[in-house]
């Protein structure tokens, strides 16, 4: 059975910085690309950032600069290092799986992270 833990979330002042990590079970971690997804009540969850199987990542434009992806395999665990957070990062943050961009298992509780101004 596949499953996605997220954790690291919390409420932090604007500037800021919070770590998010993303335990996954039930897949072949080191071969999948895996995604750190955001969802804002009331909108589609979207991609924040990617990290292929072999360590190349890529962000969305609102996050590039400040967000880093990055992954252990010996863990089976994602991180997302998030930096210079602003108010519109407040959002709960998934990850899966992603293949052409989207995403292709459930999805787990994700972390709510809350950015005050």
């Known amino acids: 059975q596949v499953q996605f833990v997220e954790s690291g979330g919390g409420l932090v002042q604007a500037g800021g910085s919070l770590r998010l990590s993303c335990a996954a079970s039930?897949?072949?971690?080191?071969?999948?690309?895996m995604g750190w997804y955001r969802q804002v009540p009331g909108n589609q969850r979207a991609l924040a950032a990617l990290?292929?199987?072999?360590?190349?990542?890529n962000y969305a434009d609102s996050v590039k600069g400040r967000f880093t992806i990055s992954r252990d395999n010996a863990k089976n665990t994602v991180y997302l290092q998030m930096n210079s957070l602003k108010p519109e990062d407040t959002a709960i943050y998934y990850c899966n799986v992603t293949f052409g961009g989207s995403s292709v298992f459930p999805w787990g509780q994700g972390t709510q992270v809350t950015v005050s101004s």
């Open positions: 039930g897949i072949t971690f080191s071969a999948s690309h």
């Open positions: 990290i292929s199987s072999s360590g190349t990542s």
